[in-house]
């Protein structure tokens, strides 16, 4: 996968953009205008965060793991929202909270996101606190939702985007995030720090996908040595960007990292072999994909994407 998506990942792209807006419920005006034009702003911010640019990788996992195991998973009726869209969407939620969370002047103080003003700057700090507060609990709402999705299944993968959100995964991850700066670690700690912070959402993606598509545990397992390894790659290759490319082309401030005086795999192992690392990883990745065959196609090129983005 080169800068641009093929175009049977382009498709999936804009299915979950038009997806999005309607699960939002940015649409339900006639709730919004009734409580005031402050819960309007809110709705307002929440699509500005959820909508505006991304390259919407996490979804992209949950339909191409879905595929991987289901040939028939991605099939829907023009126009429709399918189960699989609500859980794709869940993710894409997830994430864009913890984005929007991330910016914010306690955390990461960052001014610019997607090429654009972040959130905080765009509306207020209180604003875009609320905005976080938001997609985490509709992205939950989403999954108990679920169309077409057995009860036993939508409760699995509440479990498991919560776990990932929180303090063993992205929530925990940030905390050793912040406590590491200006701090000299160990390759093996910023590997745990990652696994949690980047990783434990990417490796949810890939099991809600493959859950939604009822894979069997043996499939699940190897999706997970797949996602373990990509949710990794993806990390190192942002600390590589990030040392390496301009604010204009990542569309947020590069040398970020650097600045804040933050461990990366840049700074620990050095650019090198902070190279060889991501492909190293992308090797395992695509070596477990091997049992899936064809079906794994769209999993490949994203893994490929997620290593050689921007190249």
Not at 55 to 71: E, F, G, N, S
Not at 229 to 244: H, S
């Amino acid at each position: 996968m080169s800068a641009e998506p093929s175009p049977a990942l382009a498709r999936l792209q804009v299915r979950c953009n038009d997806a999005l807006v309607g699960l939002l419920g940015h649409g339900n005006s006639e709730f919004a205008a009734d409580a005031g034009p402050h819960l309007v702003r809110l709705f307002e911010a929440s699509a500005y965060a959820l909508t505006r640019g991304g390259k919407r990788v996490r979804p992209l996992l949950v339909y191409a793991a879905a595929a991987a195991v289901d040939a028939a998973a991605l099939d829907a009726d023009e126009g429709s929202v399918s189960g699989l869209d609500y859980v794709a969407c869940a993710a894409e939620m997830v994430h864009a909270y913890s984005l929007v969370h991330d910016d914010l002047p306690a955390m990461d103080d960052d001014d610019l996101r997607r090429g654009q003003p972040t959130c905080h700057i765009a509306f207020d700090e209180a604003t875009a606190i609320l905005v976080g507060d938001g997609l985490q609990a509709r992205a939950l709402e989403l999954l108990t939702d679920a169309p077409d999705v057995p009860a036993a299944v939508r409760l699995e993968m509440v479990r498991s985007l919560s776990a990932a959100a929180g303090l063993r995964g992205m929530v925990g991850g940030q905390a050793i995030d912040i406590g590491a700066v200006d701090q000299a670690i160990t390759a093996d700690h910023l590997e745990t720090m990652h696994a949690l912070k980047t990783g434990a959402l990417i490796r949810a993606s890939v099991a809600l996908g493959a859950l939604a598509a009822g894979a069997s545990e043996e499939q699940q397992a190897a999706l997970d040595d797949y996602a373990d390894a990509i949710g990794l790659a993806f990390q190192v290759c942002d600390d590589i960007l990030d040392a390496t490319s301009d604010s204009e082309t990542l569309g947020k401030r590069a040398g970020a990292d650097e600045a804040l005086h933050k461990p990366t795999y840049v700074s620990t192992l050095g650019l090198d072999a902070a190279r060889d690392k991501a492909e190293a990883l992308l090797a395992d990745a695509q070596a477990a994909l091997q049992p899936f065959g064809g079906s794994a196609a769209l999993l490949r090129e994203i893994a490929d994407f997620i290593v050689h983005r921007l190249r």
